[in-house]
């Protein structure tokens, strides 16, 4: 096979202290996922007007040089309209702007310029879409446009009239075609090659994808597993599950999670009822369904044939692609410095990381090896990303450089603070790790990291950041309790104490921090008196609630006691009688 192209080790290489929002835009862009918006400033004018190559961010390349037709290059508006439509569909994040902004938007440049590159190979080989597909799919979104007249107001308010939105998605709709006829005549996959990868690949595709369908119910004894059994051979295992109260659990069994011979049990079942003991524990299964993936036939039939006829189309397209570009000389290059920066970044690998980590040396610092000042912070970043990947390499090569790499890191970062104070959450956390003595530095992190989970603890899920919560809290509370610290910086991590017990609803604590708070500070901006009140009525209030609980708790076993007195004295009376 052959080496991975840039684009996908721009997507694959992901430090660990890059957050999870960012992985989810690589999927999206990976799966094909990302469906964007059309223009947000669309303007028929504006499309006359005559750019010039020193506008753009990129550009597709033949012989290494620009293609003059614009429409092979990309422009900043390009990559700023993706990025906000991007933004838009996962709620509006706050992204730190020094990080993981730049990754993203590398990301979009990079997406937006491979589509050029697909669609100049479209106009090479003269690929057209389906006009009558074209046709169908933007009748059906105008169709559906004029069913919903909010949206079609504001179709016109945005785009003037729904024939100017008619054109625009027709020229959006062909784009995105031309793209997809492109992938299906360079990814295509012969049967032979996916029965040839099958059996290849045979035990692995078996292990992997074999699995049930099941769900299950445990039993403390044989006799109570034997019981249920008969019942729910009897009656069904829905209805018998419901007579003895018992609750079936969904579960997927994949291969490997059992012992071979249970597992062949469940998936070679001639009855959909499977019991066994295991560990201490008695089992009983009810097989839904099980997908074998043990012949080329049964594999065809399988999730698993679309999955990896997926995968073989796209490893296709990526060969076929990069050789055509290679033997065309085609390529695409970026233009502006913070990107182009980045992807080099990201996508060096092995020894050329030590290439990438000199030429960004280069590029960053002076000849007396201070960090220049004219470069923006967008781009210095990039050094973090090389850095972090040689520390972390088991390559005895690094080794000689590790020492100065993290020396330099270290600059770099304290560089880009000057630049952007405390506006970045993850060049907070490094200067705190390389500047323990600044404690303002701290109480920084502490706080922009606060502010980011403090929407979670308002509405009982803390649970959720539970890991930051540990580490905010007790940050804090070290600085607060800190005698050499700044008295400014102490109140305001009391304060800061006394309003996350607050959030968490811990009137009590929060009211020792609040008293904290007073006596360090007592002409602290807060009204002591009205905050003081205000957990009295939160505790006052959690007290009656308890009591409220306790009561109903005793109500309920006097309930049963007096039912279970009642049925004692009737069975009393009927032996009597008898």
Do not use: C
Request: glycine content about 2%.
């Amino acid at each position: 096979m052959s080496k991975e192209s840039k684009d996908v080790k721009l997507r694959r290489h992901i430090s660990k202290w890059q957050q999870v929002f960012i992985w989810v835009i690589a999927i999206a862009f990976i799966a094909g996922i990302a469906l964007w918006a059309l223009a947000v400033n669309y303007s028929p004018a504006a499309k006359k007007m005559k750019r010039t190559i020193e506008e753009t961010v990129g550009y597709v390349t033949k012989d290494g040089t620009a293609l003059k037709n614009e429409a092979y290059w990309v422009f900043p508006e390009n990559v700023e309209e993706v990025y906000g439509n991007l933004l838009a569909q996962y709620g509006n994040p706050s992204l730190d702007p020094v990080i993981e902004e730049p990754y993203v938007k590398t990301l979009i440049t990079v997406d937006l310029l491979n589509k050029k590159l697909m669609l100049y190979y479209a106009e090479v080989n003269k690929i057209k879409p389906d006009k009558n597909k074209i046709k169908e799919e933007v009748k059906k979104a105008i169709d559906e446009a004029k069913k919903d007249n909010a949206k079609l107001q504001q179709i016109k308010a945005q785009y003037g009239s729904l024939t100017n939105y008619e054109k625009e998605l027709t020229r959006q709709k062909e784009e995105e075609l031309t793209i997809q006829a492109v992938k299906d005549k360079l990814g295509m996959v012969a049967d032979k090659e996916v029965q040839d990868y099958y059996n290849k690949n045979k035990q692995d595709i078996i292990n992997k994808y074999t699995k049930a369908e099941t769900s299950y119910v445990t039993f403390s004894t044989k006799e109570e597993m034997e019981k249920f059994v008969k019942s729910a051979m009897e009656k069904g295992v829905t209805q018998a599950a419901s007579e003895a109260s018992l609750t079936m659990t969904d579960y997927t069994l994949n291969k490997g999670t059992l012992p071979k011979e249970l597992e062949k049990m469940i998936f070679d079942a001639t009855s959909t009822l499977v019991s066994f003991p295991y560990n201490g524990t008695y089992f009983v299964f009810n097989v839904k369904s099980v997908q074998k993936v043990d012949t080329f036939e049964n594999f065809k039939k399988s999730e698993a044939f679309n999955e990896i006829l997926t995968n073989l189309k796209n490893e296709k397209f990526g060969e076929n692609f990069k050789k055509w570009k290679e033997e065309n000389k085609v390529a695409f290059e970026i233009r502006d410095a913070v990107y182009k920066t980045w992807y080099e970044a990201l996508t060096a690998e092995g020894k050329d990381l030590l290439t990438a980590y000199k030429k960004l040396y280069e590029q960053l610092f002076t000849k007396t090896e201070e960090v220049r000042t004219d470069i923006p912070a967008e781009q210095k970043a990039a050094f973090l990303v090389v850095a972090d990947r040689i520390a972390a390499s088991t390559d005895t090569s690094f080794d000689a450089v590790k020492k100065d790499v993290k020396e330099f890191e270290k600059k770099i970062v304290l560089s880009i603070y000057d630049q952007v104070k405390g506006s970045s959450l993850e060049i907070l956390r490094r200067m705190k790790e390389y500047f323990p003595d600044k404690k303002d530095v701290a109480f920084d992190y502490y706080t922009k990291l606060y502010d980011t989970i403090k929407p979670y603890l308002s509405v009982g899920g803390a649970y959720i950041v539970m890991n930051q919560l540990f580490e905010v809290y007790q940050g804090f509370a070290d600085l607060a309790e800190a005698t050499n610290v700044d008295i400014k910086i102490r109140a305001d991590s009391y304060y800061k104490l006394y309003e996350m017990n607050k959030l968490l609803d811990d009137p009590k604590t929060a009211k020792d921090y609040l008293q904290k708070l007073k006596e360090l500070k007592p002409d602290y901006s807060i009204n002591f008196d009205s905050a003081e009140k205000e957990l009295e009525d939160m505790i006052k209030q959690k007290e009656a609630q308890a009591t409220q609980q306790s009561t109903q708790t005793t109500n309920e076993s006097t309930q049963t006691t007096n039912t279970s007195t009642q049925t004692t004295t009737k069975s009393t009376q009927t032996a009597n009688n008898r």
